[in-house]
């Protein structure tokens, strides 16, 4: 199992930045995939931003050159550092892990989610 606790976010102006936080604890040597996850109101939840072993990462198309995922391996934590936010951004985001359960499954565990709004 991974437990994992989230902090950060809050109200900004459009234009502001935030930075989010995930401590991971458990199993943290079995995470494969770590990265944020978003869900706003009437929506599906949908990838953000994510950091795999090796160093890759991967982020949706709205917020790339915007948003930075980065990781501290060291202290079981990756944060998500979002600049230059848009009114469009608001929703609630979770921190996600990945586990492999087989060569082309993973488990995914979830933080309790954070509430990030930007005001226009």
């Known amino acids: 199992q991974v437990q994992l606790v989230e902090s950060g976010g809050g109200l900004v102006q459009a234009g502001g930045s935030l930075r989010l936080s995930c401590a991971a604890s458990?199993?943290?040597?079995?995470?494969?995939?770590k990265g944020w996850y978003r869900q706003a109101p009437g929506k599906e939840r949908e990838l953000v931003a994510v950091?795999?072993?090796?160093?890759?990462?991967n982020y949706a198309d709205s917020v790339k050159g915007r948003f930075t995922i980065s990781r501290d391996n060291a202290k079981n934590t990756w944060t998500l550092k979002m600049n230059s936010l848009e009114p469009e951004d608001t929703a609630v985001y979770y921190c996600?892990?990945?586990?492999?359960?087989?060569?082309?499954?993973?488990?995914?565990?979830w933080g309790q989610g954070t509430q990030v709004t930007v005001s226009s």
């Open positions: 996600n892990a990945k586990t492999p359960l087989t060569t082309t499954a993973a488990r995914n565990y």
């Open positions: 458990g199993r943290v040597f079995s995470i494969s995939a």
């Open positions: 950091i795999i072993d090796g160093g890759m990462t």
